[in-house]
């Protein structure tokens, strides 16, 4: 097996290099980890392969916020410097004065 390293940073934001969306990192997986059924609908001219880097992502598009699942051949860097406004941000990341996203510390039990 081949140790890939992710491409991408929890707190980086991307945008989809096809479809209108954009949105912050908060987690990855190194390979493929969702359902063969979620797999299977993408369709076949566009379905990225299992062997790299997913990301879930608080995703935004011009109507709505969710949370995406995207493979790392499908993201892009977003340098809008456009602020994001999915409500979920504030409850997992610190926004820098450079506008840079930090992960918060995750409370002590």
Known sequence: ???????????????????????????????????????????AEVRPRKDQPFYHLLAENAQTEYVAYVSEQNLVPDTSDEPLRHPMIASMFDRGADGSYRAKAAAAN
Do not use: C, S
Not at 16 to 39: C, K, L, Q, S
């Open 1 to 43: 097996m081949t140790l890939r390293v992710a491409k991408f940073a929890i707190g980086q934001v991307v945008r989809h290099r096809i479809y209108p969306f954009r949105g912050i990192i908060f987690d990855v997986d190194p390979v493929f980890a969702n359902t063969e059924e979620w797999w299977l609908a993408i369709p």
